[in-house]
Antibody, heavy 120, light 110 residues
Framework: QVQLQESGPGLVTPSGTLSLTCALS?????????WSWIRQPPGKGLEWIGE???????HYSPSLKGRITISADNSNNQFSLKLNAVTAADTAVYYCARHGYNFGYYFDSWGQGILVTISS | QSALTQPASVSGSPGQSITISCTGTSSDVANYNYVSWYKQHPGKAPKLMIYDVSNRPSGVSNRFSGSKSGNTASLTISRLQAEDEADYYCNSYTSISSYVFGTGTKVTVL
């Protein structure tokens, strides 16, 4: 079973850029899966951020579009999230997740999550 | 894109059945059989419980079942057990190639 691990700074200053990476322990980002980022503000619900496919295709949340870039690094078996112009409202636990095989419209494997705090 | 609507809390006694509703719109739940359900314990990552409205992944108890009618999907937990106490979230694919989660439901086993 694939394992996903998020990494990146736990503290980002307001108006800066949040950058996270999701490393895959096995499986390959070049398989027939989509890969997503999902976040959860402290004490609140889940929010889908965006997804990427091996082809390079991406889809982003309409509420965050314009601030997000999701990219894949096939050679290093990882994909990344960049979120620009962050504010305190972007403070959350960020999860990376794998969609079900062959264009599955669900998330069957999740990373453990990483807390990112936006503060000066 | 508004979050799907779930009850804030549902409770039941051990052995009983409970149902969590998830109400969306014609842009998501009503027009796609791509509703999934997730269980989350505090401080832990969510776990997939149901996908494509009513399918159970391998390893998930058959006490969990899903259904859909119109713009409302439902998760039923039969023979409720203490270990079922957690937060539950629904999710749906949408007409603009995105995903939307539900507001979340806290399940309490009395």
């Amino acid at each position: 079973q694939v394992q996903l691990q998020e990494s990146g700074p736990g503290l980002v200053t307001p108006s800066g850029t949040l950058s996270l990476t999701c490393a895959l322990s096995s499986d390959s980002i070049s398989g027939n899966n989509w890969w997503s980022w999902i976040r959860q503000p402290p004490g609140k619900g889940l929010e889908w951020i965006g997804e990427i496919h091996l082809s390079g295709s991406t889809h982003y949340s309409p509420s965050l579009k314009g601030r997000i870039t999701i990219s894949a690094d096939n050679s290093n078996n990882q994909f990344s999230l960049k979120l620009n112009a962050v504010t305190a409202a972007d403070t959350a636990v960020y999860y990376c997740a794998r969609h079900g095989y062959n264009f599955g419209y669900y998330f069957d494997s999740w990373g453990q999550g990483i807390l990112v705090t936006i503060s000066s | 894109q508004s979050a799907l609507t779930q009850p804030a809390s549902v409770s039941g006694s051990p052995g009983q059945s409970i149902t969590i509703s998830c109400t969306g719109t014609s842009s998501d739940v009503a027009n796609y059989n791509y509703v999934s359900w997730y269980k989350q314990h505090p401080g832990k990552a969510p776990k997939l419980m149901i996908y494509d409205v009513s399918n159970r992944p391998s390893g998930v108890s058959n006490r969990f079942s899903g259904s859909k009618s119109g713009n409302t999907a439902s998760l039923t937990i039969s023979r409720l057990q203490a270990e079922d106490e957690a937060d539950y979230y629904c999710n749906s694919y949408t007409s603009i190639s995105s995903y939307v989660f539900g507001t979340g439901t806290k399940v309490t086993v009395l």
